[in-house]
């Protein structure tokens, strides 16, 4: 499998984008980045959108992408999430009002969007890869996912404060081979870290000791760029060779 990083952060600022990652080149782990890292070539070769909640900062490039790829590809891309999520997007983004409805254009029987909900727990199978959505704990709605290919599997936690359930998912995962977790505030800022529905670094070392004896590669994402400093500090204190900050560019392969 086959990770580039296209955006990684918890907030945009010059050189720092939201959270985009593209895996095998065709399918999109969030859209907060997308349309101004990849060319247009590179944009025509997704066929899936897989969205972990609807805060902007992981939707934003779903629209532009459909934009510029309209017309230009065969067949249309599948935007997948859970129901509520889909629902949320339909209604307040994809809604002819803040950005066309790209489910409905340029027909409504051939749409360039397609909506793809996934259940809690249910694998869903996009070509060679499959992901399957485990419920996390943010402040709305938010799915973690796992997602495997024949080389192997990684945890995506998305957004999320403590957790439980995305770490018993990881632990029955016997090819596990990488975890992308979130660390978005330093620790002196963890009362805005808990009324957000984030971690902070100790909660990320915190919630790494649930995924017991997986010591695989852990890929920390979501930083507030404003404390990155500060919180590569602090990840460097945890003396911990597994834990690498991500940084927009990085490709993993694994
Ligand atoms: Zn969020
Ligand atoms: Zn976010």
Redesign the pocket.
């Known amino acids: 499998m086959r990770i580039q990083v296209l955006g990684c952060y918890g907030a945009e600022m010059p050189g720092y984008k939201t959270s985009g990652f593209l895996i095998n080149d065709d399918t999109l782990l969030d859209a907060g980045t997308v349309v101004s890292v990849l060319n247009v070539e590179e944009q025509l070769k997704i066929n899936n959108i897989i969205i972990s ?1 609807t ?1 902007l ?2 939707i934003k490039d779903i629209q532009f992408l459909a934009d510029n790829v309209i017309g230009k590809r065969n067949g249309h891309i599948n935007l997948i999430g859970t129901h509520g999520v889909l629902d949320i997007l339909r209604a307040n983004v994809l809604n002819n009002i803040i950005w066309p409805d790209f489910t409905t254009i340029p027909s409504v029987n051939g749409p360039i969007l397609k909506l793809l909900p996934v259940k809690g727990k249910e694998e869903l199978c996009l070509g060679d890869v499959t992901v399957k959505p485990i419920r996390v704990n ?1 402040i ?1 709605d ?1 799915t973690g996912y796992i997602i495997k290919d024949n080389d192997g599997a990684i945890v995506y936690t998305g ?1 999320t404060s403590h957790t439980d359930w995305i770490w018993d998912a990881a632990l029955k995962e016997d090819n596990l081979k990488a975890i992308f977790i979130e660390a978005s505030f330093p620790n002196s800022m963890a009362d805005l870290a808990a009324i957000s ?1 984030h971690l902070t670094v100790q909660g990320m070392a915190e919630e790494l000791k649930k995924a017991g004896d997986k010591k695989v590669p852990v890929y920390v994402f979501h930083m507030k760029p404003q404390y990155l400093d500060i919180i590569e500090k602090e990840i460097a204190l945890l003396d911990n060779k597994r834990i690498k900050v991500l940084k927009q560019g990085d490709v993993i392969e694994i």
């Open positions: 909640h805060h900062d992981h943010h709305v938010a957004d529905g």
